[in-house]
């Protein structure tokens, strides 16, 4: 079936397959050139992995920093990207802003927001003990992305 006729439901008798998935990895697009920044900040502030990372091969000018097409962190297991946003670029869908919010578990929040904090995150909400989770807190890195930390 052709992709317009997808997009236009064709006759409308189209059935979707079933397609699984085995992962979903989330990107978080920060303003170039401060995704090395961002990678920086992460792995100072929740000790992520740095698994791999992709360059822009081309630059304007010797001088340029290379801009990061993608860098693949991980965080206890769990992996995610950090590319630098060009606002120039058609490789990088554009979206509504920092609408996402990343959630970490552990078993000792306050420790963790502290570390976060320490490395440049600012407080979001204060920490809340919850009858169902031991407590959870809020803060915000210096790119605009709000992560939730919680302990079970």
């Not at 097409?69 to 297991?77: F, H, R, T, V, Y």
């Not at 554009?94 to 306050?110: A, C, F, K, P, Q």
């Not at 963790?112 to 979001?124: P, R, Y």
Request: negative net charge; aromatic residues 8%.
């Amino acid at each position: 079936m052709a992709l317009h006729e997808i997009k236009n439901c064709g006759s409308g008798n189209f059935v979707a397959p079933n397609v699984p998935f085995c992962n979903m990895k989330p990107l978080l697009i920060v303003e170039a050139p401060k995704a090395n920044d961002a990678i920086a900040f992460y792995k100072a502030a929740f000790g992520a992995h740095e698994v791999g990372r992709t360059m822009e091969s081309k630059r304007m000018a010797d001088q340029e920093i290379p801009l990061i097409l993608a860098a693949e962190l991980e965080i206890g297991g769990f992996t995610f990207y950090v590319s630098d946003f060009i606002h120039d670029s058609d490789n990088i869908p554009r979206t509504g802003g920092n609408n996402i919010v990343m959630i970490l578990e552990t078993e000792d929040v306050i420790a963790a927001i502290a570390k976060a904090v320490s490395a440049g995150a600012v407080v979001e909400r204060e920490i809340v003990k919850g009858a169902r989770r031991g407590c959870m807190g809020w803060v915000k890195d210096p790119y605009g992305f709000v992560w939730n930390i919680l302990s079970l």
